[in-house]
């Protein structure tokens, strides 16, 4: 089965810019795959912020932005605060199926 | 604004077949171009796909579970339910209902899973 791959985690000083990545074990991920990003804080269930690779809800702060990055799907958060601290997991749609990401880890110290 | 809670036991013996419901509120799960799904995620563990229902009825599974799992509808009481057979102590987890929606805008598919229940934790044991 696929796997799709998250760096573990990331510790990020306030104020500064971090980018989080999603990478497919079938290969480049593409825009075909629709990625979507959440973020989870301890307790809560996951809360939507990116869907088809750029797209914004209307709640998603405007520091958060995707892209696709070197064959995979990324999530830049740009003038990190402190209350982004959380874990963060993509999500891949594969013909149908989705598979979602090992998840990372963002500290923010 | 939908909506989405999940309800059922909160524990369920070993061998035994785990059944949840999500209700839906604030809209109708026949609105045409979503999708229902269910998503789990063990105790300190990431997060796993199970399946999907469209309202109409199709569904579609992830392959590890497929054998195992059947989600279906119930448009008369705008819910959607979750069963899963077989239960191991490797099913404990807390189980998400979620919503997502597939569609053409602007010259564009889109796939977006915009709306999360709040969980409920089913623990497999004894």
């Not at chain 1, 796997?3 to 573990?8: D, F």
């Not at chain 1, 973020?39 to 520091?63: D, E, F, M, N, V």
């Not at chain 2, 229902?36 to 199970?50: A, D, F, N, T």
Request: with cysteine.
């Amino acid at each position: 089965q696929t796997v799709v791959t998250q760096e573990p985690s990331l510790t990020v000083s306030p104020g500064e810019t971090v980018t989080l990545t999603c990478a497919s074990s079938s290969g480049a991920v593409t825009s075909g795959y629709y990625p979507n990003w959440f973020q989870q804080k301890p307790g809560q269930p996951p809360r939507a912020l990116i869907h088809s690779t750029t797209q914004k809800h209307s709640w998603t702060p405007a520091r958060f932005s995707g892209s696709l990055l070197g064959g995979k799907a990324a999530l830049t958060l740009s003038g990190v605060q402190p209350e982004d601290e959380a874990e963060y997991y993509c999500l891949l749609h594969y013909a149908g199926a989705y598979v979602f990401g090992t998840g990372t880890k963002v500290t923010v110290l | 604004q939908v909506q989405l809670q999940e309800s059922g036991p909160g524990l369920v013996k070993p061998s035994q077949t785990l059944s949840l419901t999500c209700g839906v509120s604030g809209g109708s799960i026949s609105s045409g171009g979503y999708y229902w799904s269910w998503v789990r995620q063990p105790p300190g563990k990431g997060l796993e796909w199970i399946g999907y229902i469209y309202y109409g009825g199709n569904t579609f599974y992830n392959p590890s579970l497929k054998s195992r799992v059947i989600i279906s509808v119930d448009t008369s009481k705008n819910q959607f339910s979750l069963k899963m057979k077989s239960v191991t102590a490797a099913d404990t987890a807390v189980y998400y209902c979620v919503r997502h929606r597939y569609y053409y805008e602007n010259n564009d598919h889109y796939n977006s899973f915009d709306t999360w229940g709040q969980g409920t934790l089913v623990t497999v044991s004894s």
